[in-house]
């Protein structure tokens, strides 16, 4: 059973391109979570899906960020029109249920030049 | 809303000195609480969970938590500090809505 996948590993985009983050979720987990980290800042909650819909996006900047999850495929975290400050590394995390462990990936580190 | 805070951006210990890492929690529902472990460049691995059992929590790599309603603490400890326990670790507090809200992080620095 694989892990969670995060695709790539390292992104670099110039500014007002566009960022796609992918995350496949563990088999079987169906609650993906994606979160920002920037140094010295901890884990900031962007996104909290289940398969097809939106639980709870309150992290989510309102403009040019978007994540979905759709009924097949991996979930997707897009950013558009890319600024420096969106460099960070964004992590996923899954879960099979309520309260269990979530379960993270390696994470994808987003560089704007 | 829940919230966690972490005392101590950095500690330091002396290798085979006590670990004590802070972790105070805010939830207006029972919690279920976790402390994580990030090395460099990695993502996030569990290192225990609360989840209403036992108040003593036992993890991997020796590492154990006590959950304290009365001082709504969950603090980390490990009896001997080992170079390899040199890593960022942070708590986490979830509710029933299922969001898992994380603390800053600490990282711990393990002197020979």
């Known amino acids: 059973n694989a892990g969670v996948m995060q695709n790539p590993r390292h992104l670099v985009r110039r500014r007002g391109q566009e960022a796609r983050l992918r995350c496949s979720p563990m088999k079987g987990h169906s609650h993906v979570y994606w979160y920002r980290q920037l140094p010295e800042e901890g884990l900031k909650f962007m996104v909290y899906?289940?398969?097809?819909?939106?639980?709870?996006e309150s992290g989510m900047p309102k403009e040019r960020f978007s994540a979905e999850f759709p009924k097949e495929g991996p979930s997707i975290l897009r950013i558009q029109q890319v600024v420096r400050g969106d460099s960070a590394a964004y992590f996923c995390?899954?879960?099979?249920?309520?309260?269990?462990?979530?379960?993270f990936g390696q994470g994808t580190r987003l560089t704007v030049v | 809303a829940q919230s966690v805070t972490q005392l101590g951006s950095h500690v330091s210990v002396s290798e085979g000195a006590l670990v004590l890492l802070r972790c105070n929690y805010s939830?207006?529902?029972?919690?279920?609480l976790f402390w994580y472990v990030q090395y460099p460049n990695q993502g996030l691995q569990l290192l225990l969970k609360?989840?209403?059992?036992?108040?003593l929590v036992k993890g991997i790599n020796g590492f154990e938590a006590e959950f304290k309603k009365s001082e709504t603490s969950f603090h980390l400890t490990k009896p001997s500090a080992h170079m390899s326990d040199a890593a960022e670790y942070f708590c986490?507090?979830?509710?029933?809505?299922?969001?898992?809200?994380f603390g800053t992080g600490t990282k711990l620095q393990v002197i020979p």
């Open positions: 899906l289940q398969k097809e819909n939106i639980i709870d």
């Open positions: 939830s207006s529902v029972p919690p279920y």
């Open positions: 609360y989840t209403s059992a036992a108040t």
């Open positions: 986490a507090v979830s509710d029933r809505n299922q969001k898992v809200t």
């Open positions: 995390a899954s879960r099979s249920g309520p309260n269990t462990e979530a379960f």
